[in-house]
């Protein structure tokens, strides 16, 4: 026990999770993790967002700690505005994915985030970009393998996420990790790589092993993170298959899920 409280970190997913649906963080669930760090826990944001899509929120937060983002592929100093690590995607075997996935499916809809602390977000024709996030567009698709990419988005015109994540995994798996990280938000990622292989980095620099780590999401990108951490919470809207897995469904991230958790375990 740490001062009573259970665990030495607390993991959160960004989006549907930590975040309400305006991008702001509740004065609960501030207040409910700064009595949880006081009482001797860490706090470490793991998202899917890279880096330049994350920082103004860890910022508004005054968040100093190290982050996850990017899927797993960056380790972020949030006080010190550093990369630590980052895994880029193999450009060839991406595009060897995106050909079988597309004599599949037919043509998709892309996107793509390039390297680094203030890679763009690359965003062709028909890619729907969700919320209100700065994007760059391309016209020509050759454009999209000029610089180092942390990952691939894809959309379809008439597949579902569900149904395009299914055959992206069975038809190009082999060559990339797919992961479906929110609405209209399918990813392509170098082959193996999850948020548990960035939070595993993050936890060994903080001298924290799973076993005292609680884990907040609410997608199935979420699911490896819940595999490493002690216990998975899921937000009460989440993915049936991030459910599935979960130790626990809390309420959803507009009714303070986290605070709920965090109140309850600090007693």
């Known amino acids: 026990m740490t001062n009573g409280f259970p665990y030495k ?18 004065q609960r669930t501030r207040d409910a993790l700064a009595a949880a760090t ?8 793991v998202t899917g967002r890279a880096v330049p899509w994350t920082r103004h929120i ?20 949030a006080g010190a505005h550093r990369l630590l690590t980052s895994v880029t995607l193999d450009r060839q075997l991406a595009g060897v994915a995106l050909a079988k996935i597309e004599a599949e499916v037919g043509p998709l809809y892309l996107a793509a985030s390039r390297d680094g602390l203030d890679g763009e977000v690359l965003v062709g024709p028909g890619y729907a970009v969700q919320g209100t996030l700065p994007a760059t567009p391309f016209a020509d698709a050759s454009d999209l393998w000029t610089a180092p990419l942390n990952k691939l988005y894809i959309q379809h015109p008439t597949l579902s996420d ?32 999850s948020k548990a292989t960035g939070l595993s980095l993050a936890a060994r620099r903080l001298k924290v092993k799973a076993a ?6 609410d997608m199935p990108n979420d699911i490896p993170m819940f595999a490493w951490s002690s216990y998975g919470v899921a937000m009460a809207d989440a993915h049936e298959e ?19 958790v965090l109140e309850r375990l600090l007693g």
């Not at 970190?9 to 509740?26: K, N, P």
């Not at 860890?58 to 899927?71: E, F, I, K, M």
């Not at 005292?212 to 999401?217: D, L, M, P, Q, S």
């Open 9 to 26: 970190l607390i993991a959160t997913d960004l989006d549907g999770t930590l975040l309400r649906s305006d991008e702001s963080v509740s």
């Open 38 to 45: 006081a009482a001797g826990a860490a706090h470490i944001v």
């Open 242 to 260: 991030l459910k599935a897995v979960a130790d626990e469904v809390t309420s959803s991230n507009e009714e303070d899920g986290i605070a709920v």
């Open 212 to 217: 005292g780590t609680i884990a907040f999401g």
């Open 162 to 193: 569900d149904e395009l994540c299914e055959v992206a995994t069975r038809t190009a798996g082999g060559f990339v990790s797919v992961v479906m990280a929110g609405e209209g938000i399918v990813e392509l990622l170098p082959l193996g790589l």
């Open 58 to 77: 860890l910022d508004d937060l005054g968040y100093q700690g190290l982050a996850v983002c990017g899927q797993g592929a960056q380790v972020y100093d």
